[in-house]
């Protein structure tokens, strides 16, 4: 590549002695540049999320619409349920249970079942990390939608797993030795054979499935500088593998594990596709309602507006704490 | 040695997993018929045909999920270049915090901002246009650029800054002849990461778009009240050809581990 | 006649002063190394005299020209910085020629010159490497040449040896002084190794704490050294405290006679340096003899260093392998320090420790 050939200028030299020194004319354009961006920035970062803030506040008014108010009947409503006080309700508290059920168990899933992979994923050569990276980053990428049809198929009732069951025999075998009844009890079956969907364990696996590769790339950088000799400093003095995995890696991966998981956690609150297919319709959970309320059948801006709000707290919250929590331990990485 | 063996299986065996979905969900593409069904029936490339050719549904919404993506992509890293530079050459608590605004966006649930820019373009004007796309797409993918040209500033050493002023370089020659080369493969990779996500990305875009246009992944969360069909599927193939091509080509180009963070002392 | 002038130079940083009240002309076409230990300013100095920063007070001419405020990239001062910074994306041609390029200059043009100038260093057929693929010593003639390129007025070299390994080193120092001396520019070199300076300058800068300490030719500078500092930075110097006494110093129960008398007061405190290779051992008629046992002999090979305890304190003498005695450990033998060898300072807070200081 030379520099040379998109390169036209003027003289250098004396000639140049007309032109203003160039701590104005570059403060000038420079000033004009930083506005700009600040312009944007605010408006189109921040004020999206201030807008939700102040409509959650807003009145519903008849039919579709809303007004601008101050009123805190959305938050109320969100607590107690619309007809307090005559008679109240935690749906929408419930809601939220939910997707901070999903969210916890799904993430945790995820970093449990990623952090040994990506330990024996930086063990191995620079090239072979970044053909898994591909490979990860590939799925990572595809959309929720295409994610959920493949599950969806796999763990369709008539044509995926509970039909591979009932025709390997699996079913049968199942209910001799009262299995069945067990997966009855957690919803994983109905009178014929298995079902997995709806149910809680199809909503966590899929959405564990979801984050699982950003589990491995939050766990990357720091697996990846975890120095060799730290384990087999261990392993001379004795330690069994296990033994250097619980005292050695562990330890020096602990904030990495917290950071990542409070992460895919967060991730996990705005879940939407996988939680409609496949969660039942009583465990649904703040996103499903938020949507249900901004533009799907019971129209209620403000009320969605405040429901998102209140997912933005929550997963401050749990952020802050994980700060907390990271912050505390001394000689941290 | 027992160790390395399960260690090779898990491996293995997490790969087999996670390619499981889409696999399938790829070899629905073939169905003949209406219906998913897996292992396909009937096969046939009849749904390839429908999905880029005749469907103008698809035909349409693939285009839209061009358009958007590439506008956005452009526009994210247009905007994460003046942001990351700044940030980089002045470290000023100013430039940190702009950095730190433009990020928010991505680490928000989508939802919850895709709510708020569902209000932000009722309120001027643009709600459901293709230019609303693409800025807040744009805008929700900053974060990307931003992180990747930072990491490929932080690798330019500041001497060469300084022996190209001595050359005669203002600011702005050194940016063209010497930061911006030196930075390319990041740019590159902030473009595309951006690009892939974009691609995939509907929940934000279903509250900007308010049924007024529809991107490929738009359509289909659209349709899944009425089920999914094979000609989705075609999509579904579509899409991680591009995402692995996407990044097998900055694997090739780039160095892909260090852009994930890995250490580079080591191997 | 002077091409680059320093006047009052100062430069703050906060509170902390990196470089204090410096003066220094630079004559045209000579070599001046600025000299002096880590933090003592003297890469501050050349950066501000390069444009890469601005000082706090005084002015900086050049040829009569006031350029203090002028940007770097409008001074054109040809620099080689310590770690080369070689742009990695371009060739070796086209670093050599980037000042030529990025002013418009034809291509044709700047490929001629460059290839001259890969000529001068000695690089010819080099032009179409990479940089990654260049030896350290390559590089720093790449850098050179790219320096060289823009036909600078000044050249500036910030610790350009400090990469090398120390044979190359040696060479280099030659090799560069040949090509500033063929070229006749005007050149500063920073460097904290005293050996470098003395190979290289015309004039030696030897700084401390932000301050010039001493200027002057190398040989000046060796045996007259200004200040307590300057006489322990460069070469060796054994450093004795004393007490001015009617023109001579007394130094414990000892009376030394100076070659002029001492310009202080009566019982005055007074530093005394005097260096290893004056020293005599054996009687002389030049006076100042002392007794002392043999602590410790040092065999270097051209040299040989002895180490006595002396009613003077702890004194360390050189003398040439092939000059005279052959002393052995525990002996007690007669020095003589030649009133001529001694130097005397103001006696300083700041005291060299008693043994050699560093070479």
């Keep these: 590549m030379t520099v040379a050939h998109d390169l036209a200028f003027g003289p250098t030299g004396p000639t140049r002695a007309t032109e203003l020194p160039t701590g104005v004319s570059a403060g000038r354009v420079g000033r004009a540049v930083q506005g700009v961006l600040w312009a944007v920035v605010l408006a189109f970062c921040l004020v999206p999320l201030i807008l939700v803030v102040v409509i959650s506040f807003g009145h519903k008014v008849e039919g579709a619409g809303w007004e601008w108010a101050l009123t805190l009947e959305n938050y109320q409503r969100f607590i107690v349920g619309a007809n307090w006080p005559a008679e109240s309700t935690s749906l929408y508290l419930g809601q939220l249970y939910w997707s901070m059920r999903y969210a916890v168990v799904a993430s945790l899933l995820a970093v449990v079942t990623a952090l040994p992979f990506t330990y024996l994923m930086t063990r191995q050569s620079r090239r072979a990390q970044a053909v898994w990276l591909v490979f990860l980053l590939a799925t990572l990428s595809l959309s929720e939608v295409f994610i959920v049809m493949g599950w969806d198929i796999i763990l369709s009732n008539n044509s995926g797993l509970p039909m591979l069951f009932a025709a390997s025999g699996l079913t049968d075998w199942l209910k001799e030795t009262g299995w069945f009844d067990v997966l009855r009890d957690w919803g994983l079956a109905n009178p014929r054979n298995v079902k997995f969907k709806p149910s809680e364990v199809a909503t966590v696996l899929t959405l564990s499935y979801l984050v699982w590769p950003y589990a491995v790339i939050l766990l990357y950088p720091a697996l990846s500088r975890l120095d060799p000799s730290l384990a087999e400093a261990a392993r001379t003095m004795g330690a069994r593998p296990w033994t250097v995995a619980r005292t050695v890696i562990l330890p020096s991966v602990r904030l990495p594990l917290i950071g990542t998981t409070l992460l895919l956690f967060v991730f996990l609150l705005g879940a939407y596709v996988a939680i409609t297919v496949f969660a039942d319709p009583s465990q649904h959970t703040t996103a499903v309602s938020v949507y249900e309320h901004v533009r799907g059948s019971t129209l209620n801006a403000p009320f969605g507006a405040a429901q998102s709000v209140i997912l933005l707290i929550t997963a401050t919250a749990f952020l802050v704490i994980g700060q907390r929590l990271t912050r505390k331990s001394p000689g941290a990485q | 040695m027992m160790l390395r063996v399960l260690g090779t299986i898990f491996m293995s065996l997490a790969a087999v997993v996670v390619a499981l979905p889409i696999v399938i969900v790829c070899s629905a593409a073939l169905n003949g018929g209406r219906t998913m069904f897996f292992p396909p029936q009937d096969s046939t490339l009849a749904r390839f045909g429908e999905f880029f050719i005749s469907e103008p549904v698809w035909t349409r919404a693939l285009t839209n999920s061009v358009i958007v993506a590439l506008g956005a992509a452009t526009l994210s890293v247009l905007l994460a270049w003046p942001i990351a530079y700044r940030l980089w050459k002045t470290g000023s608590r100013a430039s940190a915090l702009l950095a730190t605004f433009g990020s928010i966006p991505f680490a928000v649930p989508p939802i919850v901002f895709g709510v708020g820019l569902g209000f932000f373009w009722s309120f001027l004007g643009g709600l459901g246009t293709i230019p609303a796309g693409i800025i807040s797409h744009a805008v929700l993918f900053l974060a990307l650029p931003l992180v990747t040209i930072s990491i490929g500033l932080q690798a330019i050493d500041r001497a060469h800054l300084d022996a190209a002023a001595t050359m005669g370089a203002t600011e702005a020659v050194t940016f063209r002849t010497i930061v911006l080369p030196q930075t390319l493969p990041y740019t590159i990779s902030g473009f595309f990461f951006a690009l892939v996500l974009s691609f995939n990305e509907f929940i934000v875009m279903f509250f900007v778009s308010a049924s007024a246009f529809a991107t490929v992944t738009l359509q289909i969360f659209n349709s899944l009240r009425n089920g999914y069909t094979p000609t989705m599927a075609v999509a579904a193939v579509a899409f991680i050809t591009v995402s692995i091509v996407v990044f097998s080509a900055i694997a090739r180009w780039g160095d892909l581990p260090r852009l994930m963070g890995a250490d580079q002392s080591r191997t | ?359």
């Excluded at chain 3, 940007?71 to 620099?79: C, I, V």
């Excluded at chain 3, 001396?181 to 003395?198: K, N, S, W």
């Design chain 3, 1 to 359: 006649m002077c091409a680059l002038a320093l006047k009052d130079i100062r430069k703050t940083y906060g509170d902390a002063s990196a470089v204090d009240d410096v003066s220094i002309d630079f004559p045209q076409g000579q070599l001046t190394a600025l000299l002096g230990p880590s933090g003592c300013g003297k890469t501050t100095l050349l950066r501000m005299i390069a444009g890469l920063e601005v000082p706090t007070a005084g002015t900086i001419t050049l040829g009569g020209r006031d350029i203090t405020r002028l940007p770097a990239h409008r001074r054109k001062f040809g620099m080689v910085f310590q770690s080369f910074a070689l742009f990695p994306h371009l060739s070796v041609r086209e670093n050599i020629g980037y000042a030529l390029t990025i002013a418009g200059t034809s291509k044709a043009e700047v490929v001629a010159r460059a290839d001259k100038l890969l000529d001068l260093v000695q690089l010819q057929g080099f032009g179409d490497r990479r940089i990654g693929q260049l030896s350290g010593g390559q590089r720093q003639r790449v850098a050179i040449a790219r320096a060289l390129a823009q036909e600078p007025e000044v050249f500036l070299l910030d610790e350009p040896m400090s990469a090398l390994d120390a044979k190359l080193r040696e060479e280099m120092q030659v090799e560069l002084r040949l090509l500033q001396q063929r070229l006749g520019i005007t050149t500063i070199v920073v460097t904290h190794d005293q050996r470098e300076a003395m190979t290289m300058a015309d004039r030696i800068i030897v700084m401390s704490k932000g301050r010039v300490e001493q200027s002057g030719s190398p040989q000046e500078i060796y045996q007259w050294p200004a200040t307590g500092f300057v006489a322990g930075f460069i070469g060796r110097a054994n450093f004795m405290e004393g007490l001015a006494d009617n023109g001579n110093i007394r130094v414990g129960d000892v009376l030394l006679a100076l070659a002029e008398p001492a310009n202080f007061i009566n019982g005055a405190s007074v530093q005394l340096a005097c260096r290893p290779e004056a020293i005599r051992l054996g009687a002389a008629d030049t006076g100042n003899m002392v007794k002392g046992t043999i602590t410790f002999i040092r065999d270097l090979g051209p040299v040989r260093d002895f180490h006595l305890d002396t009613p003077l304190g702890k004194l360390v003498v050189e003398q040439g392998a092939d000059q005279g005695r052959d002393v052995r450990l525990g002996e007690t033998v007669a020095l003589t320090l030649p009133p001529e060898a001694l130097r005397i300072y103001p006696r300083s807070t700041a005291l060299p420790p008693m043994e050699m200081a560093a070479e």
